[in-house]
């Protein structure tokens, strides 16, 4: 795989580090554990700069967690290339992943708002319309009665019409033509030509199909967005991810707190055990591990020292760093990962929704179909029935069904989809997921559990394995490392009673020791057992390593006691998955920052498609993008920071609901429940709801093939043509149906 410019040296180091933790056991011992460090990330952030992901809507949940009096004083520096008011025409909207970035600012409130408004105003003008008047035999006539209509009509349009109006003009600008589109010309058609034939040509008017068009259409955008979660916050909590403030020693070798953004190229700067790394540098001094985690998806912490890189957001563990700052601003690793998703998400905007299409095209067939009614009509002279021919023609191309079509499938499908235990955030993509035919899974926390687990327990002659691990147990209680952790959980298991521990010592870089029942008893790494001649089992200890495992030593007074070995367990749920996709004929693909011979191991067992290992955030998303190729559908799945760029690429990104909030809010579905089993649940759902949708949208246009040639006055010879009146009831039959056909949106 290629590298950037900006990580040259990242492969490498972590290729290094990788055999040292599988050949020299990871010399792993107490580091900080991140998960408490994470839990601070939200909290250490009292001056977080707005970011503007997107202007376009209001109702989004900006960032203003800086105070008042502070008065954003920082926003004059450049955020450490975090920030910088990231992208202002960041048009991602998770709701459509695009389609109907035309809520235009409008809130779920406010359609709901505009909504009941019009649907009151519609009494009085459905009461005052000739139409409903002649259907139901009735007459109303009274001074300004027509001038009362046409008011009344005249603020539904403006303000019901308002949120179509304002997203047809984006369509237009874009060039899209979509739902907005077709809406927006129904109702300008109707307004303006019931506007026309009521004080100026002869003619019926259509404002009771102008009112009702509207009140339909707000009522389904309403539907719509109270089913679908709000916009992505996915770049506010990668900003999240960096600190604020750093240690910098200065030329007299002093420690003094500066602000991250005041840090520059050469700077020096001093990372205490637990902190996080604030920028990317060169370590000159200290020895500690890293947990690199949640960037780089290196499952087991790395082991730093002195000029070896560190990566601005990982966590340093129990060493004291000294690191020369290298990258600042933009140029970080952070800061890139960043971008990838900001380019990754507005590609992704652009995706117009199975109901846009639908609509794309019925715009295209009304304005044909009007303009040849029109200048069909105009050959007999009569100027007022060709124009009235073409309204009707360009009215009912946009049927009232149309805007409940999809809103009543999607309304269904996301109360299904919660019952399952999937929150939908993207509309768009999880139409489409009945496409996918390759899934790329993340390894860490995603097709396993992201905690190590003892595999393999290995005693010498004349120890037994309760005795071996009893020992490790008893030892390892001290450490806070994931290792220990693995140990720990299973001692536990197993119900082992603790020995007595005394003299806890950590030797840096090598393991541990500590007197237990009066003896000596060391827990290390293959290299110390080298340095001291102590013999091994190599053709197990290799054996073991092969397969990506983490193996530890256990000495008692420097006799070799046996070896365990530790690998990160893989999820059950994670077998059935696999499976069944092989079964479908879906390919499944791992890839993973984490070593090729942990991945390797992880996959054979598994019997995945193909596996991608020691791959950074830049190259998992370009290896998306790869896939993509030759136009196969691609779903990306992962949990960490180092997954969002790709989780973004893909045509559908799946984030475990473990996971971090980067790659949550950058995902389009994500599985509440943390079982990928849940993933073959989001492919059902989404085959069901595109059958659905397809059906109601016949429903609601498939008429259309009959209706816009009897509006456009093809068989009035005979007798036949299409009144208002007709054509109303056939909407509402056609709405009804549509509404009873989502309802039926079932998954086994």
Known sequence: MGNSNNHGNEVNYQKQTHNHHVHEGNNHHNHSDHELAMNGVHNNHN???????????????????????????HQKHDHSGHSQNIDKGHNHHSEHGGGHDKHHGHSIGDFKKRFWVSLVLTIPISYLSMMIQMLFGYHVDFPGDT???????????????KPFLLGAWSEIKDKVPGMMLLISLAIVTAYVYSTLTAFFIEGSDFYFELATLIVIMLLGHWIEMKSIMGASKALEELIKLMPKEAHKIDTSGNIIEVSVEDLKQGDQILVKPGEKIPLDGMIFEGHSTVDESMLTGESVPIEKTIGMEAIGGSINGEGVLKINVQKTGSDTYLAQVIQLVSDAEKTKSKAQGFADTAAKWLFYVAVVAGVLTFAYWMTTGDTDFALERMVTVLIIACPHALGL??????????????????????????????????????????????????????PTSGVSEEELLKLAYSVETQSEHPIAHGIVKEGKKRNLDLYEVKDYKNLTGKGLVAQVNGAEIAIVSPGVLREKNIPFDTETYETLAQQGKTVIFVLKENALQGMIALADI??????????????????????????????QYVGEKLGMTKVIAEVLPHEKSSNVKVLKEDGMKVAMVGDGVNDAPALAEADLGIAIGTGTDVAIETADVVLVNSKPVDILNTLKLSRASHRKMVQNLWWAAGYNILAIPLAAGFLINVGIVITPAIGAVVMSLSTIIASINAQLLRID
């Open 47 to 73: 001056h977080i700069e707005q970011v503007h992901l997107s202007e376009q809507h209001n109702h989004r949940e900006h960032i203003h967690t800086s105070q008042d009096k502070h008065e954003h004083h």
């Open 147 to 161: 001038f009362l209509l046409f008011l009344l009509s005249t603020i539904v349009f403006f303000y019901g019409g």
């Open 405 to 458: 079509a999809t809103p009543l499938v999607t309304s269904r499908s996301t109360s299904i989809a919660a019952k399952k235990g999937l929150l939908i955030r993207n509309r768009t993509a999880f139409e489409s997921a009945f496409r996918i035919n390759r899934i790329v899974f993340d390894k860490t926390g995603t097709l396993t559990e992201g905690n190590f687990g003892v595999t393999d327990i290995h």
């Open 570 to 599: 893989i999820r059950e749920s994670s077998y059935q998955i696999i499976k069944e996709l092989n079964r479908l004929g879906i390919e499944s693909i791992m890839m993973t920052g984490d070593n090729n011979r942990v991945a």
